[in-house]
Nanobody, 122 residues
Framework: VQLQASGGGLVQAGDSLEVSCAAS????????LGWFRQGPGKEREFVAA????????YYADSVKGRFTISKDNAKALVNLQMNRLKPEDTAVYYC????????????????WGQGTQVTVSS
């Protein structure tokens, strides 16, 4: 499985930004595609996830109501729309793939993309 993340950048607080992840081959319906992030000097943390075979979504409390994860089945894309960005959202954002359908723990994901930098200035 290959994951290619894109769409990061530099924005100001309060702005919006979308990051995307292309999966190859197309994910199985039982799998989960997730987004994690790692800020400077911080551990990698869960952001959001979606089950490929359903519309079930999961969010960290810190982003609930501001971020939306979605998928494009035809293009095998998972998108993370980030609104009302804050400086504390600054991090490298990674997409990840779980064969087993795990959600919350980074160690339970099997494949990782290369990461894309999101920087939010105050």
């Amino acid at each position: 499985v290959q994951l290619q993340a894109s769409g990061g950048g530099l924005v100001q607080a309060g702005d919006s930004l979308e990051v995307s992840c292309a999966a190859s081959p197309r994910p199985y319906s039982s799998s989960v595609l997730g987004w994690f992030r790692q800020g400077p000097g911080k551990e990698r943390e869960f952001v959001a996830a979606i089950r490929w075979g359903s519309r079930n979504t999961y969010y960290a409390d810190s982003v609930k109501g501001r971020f939306t994860i979605s998928k494009d089945n035809a293009k095998a894309l998972v998108n993370l729309q980030m609104n009302r960005l804050k400086p504390e959202d600054t991090a490298v954002y990674y997409c990840a793939y779980s064969w087993r359908g795990s959600i919350w723990q980074a160690r339970e994901y099997d494949y990782w993309g290369q990461g894309t930098q999101v920087t939010v200035s105050s």
